[in-house]
C-alpha cells in the first residue's frame, strides 16, 4: 500500500484547510484509514481515524468538532480541518492499518505535508 498525502499549506487562525490521502496498491486490505500529526521534537499523534467498513469515526479531543475524516471507500479519504489554531501547525500524515488474520497489524504511512497556522 502506498500512500499520498497533500493539501497543507499556511492559513490564518480560524481558516479552514482539507487534506486528502490517496492510496494505491493493496487498498482492499485496508481496515481503518487515519490522519496523524507530528510536531518537531514530539511524538506523532493519531488524530482522526475512520473504518473502511461501516466508516465508524473517532477523534481526539483537541480536534472533535472542528476535524472531520471522511472517505471514498480505501481508495481516497480526507480531513476536513475548521477553524484552525496556531497549536494545529504541525506535519500531518495520512495512515493505513491492515488487519491480517493470523499475522497481526500492519501500517502504513504517507510522506506527510505541512499545515502552519499563522497570522
Known amino acids: 500500500v502506498q500512500l499520498q498525502a497533500s493539501g497543507g499549506g499556511l492559513v490564518q487562525p480560524g481558516e479552514s484547510l482539507r487534506l486528502s490521502c490517496a492510496a494505491s496498491?493493496?487498498?482492499?486490505?485496508?481496515?481503518?484509514m487515519a490522519w496523524a500529526r507530528q510536531v518537531p521534537g514530539k511524538q506523532r499523534e493519531l488524530i482522526a481515524t475512520?473504518?473502511?467498513?461501516?466508516?465508524?469515526t473517532h477523534y481526539r479531543d483537541d480536534v472533535k468538532g472542528r476535524f472531520t475524516i471522511s472517505r471514498d471507500n480505501t481508495k481516497e479519504w480526507y480531513l476536513q480541518m475548521n477553524s484552525l489554531k496556531p497549536e494545529d501547525t504541525a506535519v500531518y500524515y495520512c495512515?493505513?492499518?491492515?488487519?491480517?488474520?493470523?499475522?497481526?497489524?500492519?501500517?502504513?504511512w504517507g510522506q506527510g505535508t505541512q499545515v502552519t497556522v499563522s497570522s
Open positions: 475512520i473504518t473502511a467498513g461501516g466508516g465508524l
Open positions: 496498491g493493496s487498498i482492499a486490505s485496508i481496515n481503518v
Open positions: 495512515h493505513a492499518i491492515e488487519l491480517r488474520i493470523g499475522a497481526g497489524k500492519f501500517d502504513y
